[in-house]
């Protein structure tokens, strides 16, 4: 889990006196363990939240400016960092990106706050933005500096989208961890997805080879 002081200083709470860290992680780990016992956002108040993390609603109320901006910073506490990625091929680091997302799927905190910010997108766009400049973009972008530095490198085809390309890579494994009722995530299947897809993307002698 890393830390809320990483949080980008856009987003986040409105506080004024000096703050108790330890007070502000309880209410942080509080919220997190409702989304994760399976409380719906829509029924995560304030109240519940202040039992669940043993402080009073002044403590929260002192630190965020609404339930909106402690949800986000809930979201960026949650986040793990950016998988390193080993910059031996284009292959290798697509499967460390895959294999990043796949064990993100496996933590149940990370799936509950991913399908509960897909379920406010339209009720509370602040949150879906929050979510979307904070978690996608930046792991879609990854995403693009290594397609690109594939193409570069004579590993990819030139034709290539390199948008929709990254959308096949991470399609399938989003598609099992967020549509199916029962995500299947195997051990191997960052790789199977990669090499399958990519079967269809390298340059004509590389994909006989």
């Not at 990106?97 to 799927?105: P, V």
């Amino acid at each position: 889990m890393s830390s809320a002081e990483g949080r980008p200083p856009s987003y986040g709470s409105t506080r004024g006196r000096p703050r108790s860290e330890a007070v502000e992680q309880a209410i942080l780990e509080g919220v997190m363990q409702l989304l994760e016992d399976g409380v719906p956002l829509a029924d995560v108040s304030i109240e519940r939240i202040a039992r669940s993390a043993g402080v009073g609603k002044a403590a929260i109320y002192r630190r965020w400016s609404d339930k909106e901006d402690l949800f986000v910073d809930v979201m960026w506490a949650a986040e793990p960092a950016e998988p390193e990625l080993p910059g031996t091929s284009m292959r290798d680091d697509l499967v460390v990106l895959l294999e990043s997302m796949r064990q993100r799927s496996l933590v149940s905190v990370l799936s509950a706050i991913l399908h509960n910010a897909h379920a406010q997108m339209r009720s509370s766009p602040k949150l879906w933005a929050a979510y979307h400049s904070g978690v996608i973009t930046p792991r879609r972008d990854l995403g693009l500096k290594v397609l690109r530095r594939g193409r570069t490198n004579g590993e990819l085809r030139t034709d290539v989208d390199l948008e929709l390309a990254v959308e096949m890579f991470v399609g399938p494994l989003l598609t099992r961890a967020f549509i199916r009722h029962d995500p299947d995530l195997p051990d191997g299947l960052a790789e199977q997805i990669v090499d399958t897809v990519l079967h269809g993307l390298r340059p004509v002698s590389s994909a006989s080879a």
